[in-house]
């Protein structure tokens, strides 16, 4: 069956650094377009960061030249590298797998990422 399964959330200091992973099972992980979401409270959920089946790479304008996604297709991980946390990236981060030709789309279940000092 398709799984998702986000690690590398936790608690940081402004400023800190953190690397999130998504570990994806169950279907052909290299024809998916890759992407990061997330929601902080009382707010909608919002797209990070893609990384197409190409590599080729989009960002949110929040996080441009902070965050970094890449993929590695040799095992079925995608990555989002975060540096220079603010305490408003504090949101539940999602991995998200989308085919764009047929449209199948999974979701993870989210890691927590809370940027405090």
């Known amino acids: 069956q398709v799984q998702l399964v986000e690690s590398g959330g936790g608690l940081v200091q402004p400023g800190g650094s953190l690397r999130l992973s998504c570990a994806a099972s169950?279907?052909?992980?290299?024809?998916?377009?890759m992407r990061w979401y997330r929601q902080a409270p009382g707010k909608e959920r919002e797209l990070v960061a893609y990384?197409?089946?190409?590599?080729?790479?989009n960002y949110a304008d929040s996080v441009k030249g902070r965050f970094t996604i890449s993929r590695d297709n040799t095992k079925n991980t995608v990555y989002l590298r975060m540096n220079s946390l603010k305490p408003e990236d504090t949101a539940v981060y999602y991995c998200?797998?989308?085919?764009?030709?047929?449209?199948?789309?999974?979701w993870g279940q989210g890691t927590q990422v809370t940027v405090s000092s």
């Open positions: 169950g279907f052909t992980f290299s024809m998916y377009r």
């Open positions: 990384i197409t089946t190409i590599s080729r790479t």
């Open positions: 998200n797998a989308l085919e764009t030709s047929l449209h199948y789309e999974y």
